[in-house]
């Protein structure tokens, strides 16, 4: 085995030495035979592995390979060259090959060597030569990317060292090979040059040696070294186009990465798609009709057609059976533990249809219950400044037959009963056929259940009508509005504040980690959403929060210094001609609240008796009594104070609006229109 080794080892400097003794030492023409053979097998061979490969680097020596087969061609016809000019005879495979190609005929036979030289010089080897560069290039401008992908890969702990070393040799070693294959082809560029001027040679010395030192007649001169000369050029230059040939697959073949051969891959990808198959089948029978002799392109279009309806078959089978696979690979899963965080998670918005309100969620009523929906999210958008999450429809057999519930967050936070066959009848004068009293889900309010054929009277007799569909996104409205607070997550602050970011991020660096964390800011967002205040203007509440936040991160205070920075946006809604109707507290009231507000580490909170919260609220109620009809209600009270009386007061009037004196903009009057007495 060691001498065996030894053997295969010294093979190559062997030969290499004598293609070098070659080049000075004549060699007779039988053993010029045998070696002309072995370079031909020895090309066949090299054009065959650099087709049945299937990566580039598994004929990383091919670049040596290509100069040891150069060197020894160069020998070669410096031999026959020799036996040509000294002889008249070069022994009998180059006879053989230049009798084929001439075939009697001297001209037809220079023109097809030629041909030959021309292709595989202006054609395979330039082609593999600018292949060559480009690759060269590239590979060695990814060199950079592709290690320090390897090491962040490795830094990140999905690959271990072993294989990081492994990537970087591999890396290496396609830097190397396609370098040394962009200076490799120079040597089959310089190959053909030299093989053509060889052949000038041989035919020029040829002929002036056998008129003037054989003293042969021209005829024979012409005939006898041109047919040597042709045989000796396609001895050498047939292995060149091979090698040549080769090259240019080895180094075409990056963009190859199924890990197939290069046949495999040729075949796969060519009957890919049948279609081509049959439309290249109609283009056959086509050139038939015009013309052409019918038997070769009906055999091919018939076999075309046979090719792709077979190829669809398989394709067809082996997707079915892919998604067998696939759902027992689901179903496999679906018994594992991980199947089961699948539901630890709730959505945010749900709304649940009972089994009568399914249609109202399919087909076109479906396409219009979503248009709802997108103009909802619109309208809450525009509204309060949340960009609502989807909302998630589906049925629950749990409910009644026409109920529907909707839940955010998993609780349920409203509920009602639609009557999908009618319309719903708020308000005027009714006195309909039929009419079915109830009550309006979502503002309590009588209404009835009418016809559609009763629609019109209705509207005529002052009612308002909607349909089923709209009753229901109205209430997802108001449950929407009334706990905005609790959709608002995290993850949605950090959207709304990159969108601040790209036009305001001078306030967002200063705010954002350095004086507030997100969640901070989040909770101080939520305390306006839960009194429905509108947080669409985010450059004015996060410069409020950044010049509050340098003296305390109290979310209470903070919010306060907020609602006083976008107080006109507060009031609006409740200012008529410049006028603000308010109840007032009264010095009493305020001193006995401020004087239980206490603070604590976790925050601050009301701490009154309840005997005196109730008689606050008592004397509330009386004064919410005497507020006109058609005003909104308001509470003025100190900013000190203003959140905690909120808090006492929000179970008893949910949506009673209480501002602050700070909150007030100086052009706008206060009309008092009672006192909230202890």
């Known amino acids: 085995m060691n001498r065996l080794g030894l053997y295969r080892e010294a093979f190559v400097p062997v030969a290499l030495v004598i293609a070098v003794l070659m080049l000075v030492i004549p060699v007779p023409a039988w053993i010029l035979d045998v070696f002309l053979m072995l370079n031909m097998a020895l090309a066949i061979t090299i054009l065959v592995t650099t087709m049945f490969i299937q990566r580039v680097l ?14 020894f061609r160069m020998a070669l016809e410096v031999t026959a060259t020799r036996l040509i000019l000294l002889q008249g005879n070069a022994g009998n495979v180059i006879e053989t090959f230049g009798q084929l190609v001439v075939g009697g005929n001297l001209v037809v036979g220079l023109i097809i060597f030629v041909i030959l030289i021309v292709i595989q010089f202006m054609v395979i080897t330039r082609g593999a030569e600018r292949v060559s560069e480009v690759a060269a290039r590239f590979t060695l401008d990814a060199m950079p990317g592709k290690q320090m992908a390897i090491d962040a890969e490795l830094n990140a702990g999905m690959i271990k060292e072993a294989e990081a070393r492994r990537r970087r040799r591999e890396v290496e070693e396609e830097a190397d090979f396609y370098g040394a294959m962009d200076g490799a082809s120079k040597f089959v560029r310089g190959d053909a040059i030299a093989g053509i001027i060889i052949v000038v040679i041989n035919i020029v010395g040829g002929f002036v040696i056998g008129l003037v030192n054989r003293h042969l007649d021209l005829n024979t001169a012409i005939n006898t070294y041109t047919i040597l000369t042709v045989g000796e050029g396609l001895t050498t230059q047939i292995p060149a186009l091979l090698l040549s040939t080769a090259a240019g697959i080895l180094v075409t073949r990056s963009g190859v990465g199924s890990g197939a051969n290069l046949g495999s891959d040729v075949l796969t990808q060519l009957t890919a798609l049948p279609k081509v198959l049959y439309i290249a089948s109609i283009g056959l029978f086509l050139l038939a009709l015009m013309g052409m002799p019918p038997l070769v392109p009906v055999l091919l279009g018939g076999g075309g057609i046979y090719l792709g309806w077979q190829l669809e078959r398989r394709q067809a089978a082996e ?13 496999e899963a679906e018994k594992g533990p991980e199947a089961a965080l699948n539901l630890i998670g709730v959505d945010t918005i749900e709304l649940e249809l009972g089994v009568g309100l399914v ?11 979503r248009d709802r929906i997108t103009a909802l999210r619109r309208q809450i958008a525009a509204e309060l400044g949340l960009v609502l999450p989807s909302v998630r429809v589906r049925d629950n057999l749990e409910l009644g037959l026409n109920q529907y519930r909707i839940r955010i967050r998993g609780g349920e936070v409203a509920s009602g009963e639609l009557r999908p066959d009618r319309f719903l009848a708020m308000g005027g004068t009714l006195e309909l056929e039929g009419a079915i009293p109830t009550q309006d889900p979502v503002f309590g309010v009588p209404a009835f259940w009418i016809r559609a054929d009763q629609r019109d009277r209705a509207e005529l007799a002052g009612a308002t009508v909607i349909d089923a569909g709209a009753v229901m996104v109205t209430h997802l409205a108001e449950a929407v509005r009334a706990h905005a607070w609790e959709i608002l997550g995290r993850e949605d602050v950090k959207r709304l504040i990159d969108h601040v970011k790209q036009t305001h991020p001078v306030v967002v660096q200063e705010l954002i980690p350095d004086l507030l964390h997100l969640g901070e800011v989040q909770r101080v967002l939520a305390n306006l959403l839960r009194e429905r205040v509108s947080i669409r203007d985010m450059p004015t509440i996060l410069e409020a929060l950044a010049d509050r936040a340098r003296a305390t991160r109290d979310i209470e205070l903070l919010t306060e210094a907020v609602r006083q920075a976008i107080g006109r946006t507060i009031i609006r809604p409740y200012v008529t001609q410049g006028v603000l109707n308010a109840l007032v507290l009264s010095p009493e009231v305020e001193a ?24 606050i609220l008592t004397n509330l109620r009386e004064a919410l009594k005497q507020v006109p009809a058609g005003l909104k209600p308001v509470v003025l009270a100190s900013p000190w104070i203003r959140l905690y009386f909120k808090r006492l007061t929000e179970r008893l009037v949910r949506d009673l ?16 229109l009672g006192v909230i007495q202890p």
């Open 319 to 331: 997707k079915a059976r892919a998604e067998r696979e696939e759902a027992e690979r689901r179903r």
């Open 359 to 369: 249609p109202l969620a399919g087909g076109r009523a479906g396409q219009d219950l």
């Open 657 to 672: 609006a209480v501002v602050s004196y700070a909150e007030i903009a100086p052009e706008v009057s206060v009309k008092t």
């Open 58 to 71: 598994d004929f990383s020596v091919f670049p040596s390979l290509l100069l040891l087969t150069t060197v």
């Open 592 to 615: 006995e609240i401020k004087g239980a507000i206490e603070r604590t580490d976790s925050g601050s909170y009301l701490n009154l008796d309840p005997r005196r919260a109730q008689s």
